[in-house]
């Protein structure tokens, strides 16, 4: 295998949601692989850590204020964007949860994630896409979830949102795949986040969690990276409209053991 494979010397990658969490993990493996970045989060403030991070990696770092539930947000951050390079490679990474008994679910809970979520990731990717499109080059890569194969109790909007994610990527692929343009779903498994650290503060789900993984542990630090620059680089460009689960294997529908007698 060449060294030169999943090389992204020369690209600029655009990361939405990068002030914590897996969004700054796909970041770091974007910049060890070469490419330069643009991040993105709500306040630019938070940015300011993680970007000197990445420019002390030897790499070109831009931080951008961005809203996803805001049209105007998202076309000033595109704007701004371009002129830093042509973006090569979106991950479409901002996203919320509400963790409710479907019966408490309020009306604003279900607008919050799916304008977050779905929309959001909608309008960012139509944005970036424009530029693409003309430059007849592409990869959009949509994080989506193990929730957009399988639904949880108290998940309800979280897994539509999910779930659209994956019916998105295809329709997106579909409609710039003559262009250049792939537009492929990552979709992780349970890895703890700042989202729900507070579940894996307990020992016992955490267990019960790992039995229903059949390689018994959930997803560490590092375990999304080569996925994430595989789906960025140029060795995936016959590879669009589908969704890569990397969940350790919960969505084969495995079941915790039963006790022996």
């Known amino acids: 295998m060449s060294s030169e494979m999943f090389n992204l010397t020369g690209r600029i990658a655009l990361v939405t949601g990068t002030s914590r969490g897996l969004g700054q993990q796909f970041g770091r493996a974007r910049a060890r692989a070469g490419a330069d970045l643009v991040l993105t989060s709500r306040t630019r403030e938070s940015l300011s850590e993680f970007e000197q991070e990445i420019e002390g990696m030897g790499r070109r770092a831009l931080s951008l204020e961005l809203d996803v539930r805001d049209g105007d947000s998202i076309k000033r951050m595109a704007e701004a964007a371009e002129a830093f390079g042509p973006i090569d490679i979106l991950i479409n990474n901002a996203g919320c949860n509400v963790r409710k008994p479907a019966l408490d679910v309020t009306w604003d809970d279900w607008n919050l994630i799916l304008d977050t ?7 960012v990717a139509q944005a970036i896409a424009r530029s693409m499109v003309e430059r007849k080059y592409g990869r959009i890569v949509n994080i989506g979830s193990v929730t957009s194969v399988n639904g949880y109790a108290g998940l309800a909007p979280y897994t539509a949102s999910r779930g659209g994610i994956k019916q998105l990527t295809m329709s997106l692929a579909d409609d710039w ?85």
């Open 177 to 261: 795949g003559p262009h250049g343009v792939t537009v492929n779903c990552l979709a992780p498994g349970w890895f703890r986040t700042e989202q729900n650290k507070v579940m894996y503060q307990d020992a016992e789900w955490v267990s019960y969690l790992s039995d229903r993984i059949p390689l018994k542990r959930p997803g560490q630090v590092g375990d999304l990276d080569a996925a994430v620059v595989f789906l960025a680089s140029e060795e995936s460009r016959y590879i669009t409209g589908q969704t890569l689960l990397v969940d350790g294997g919960i969505s084969t529908g495995a079941v915790r053991a039963l006790p022996k007698k």
């Open 117 to 123: 979520n779905l929309r959001g990731s909608f309008f």
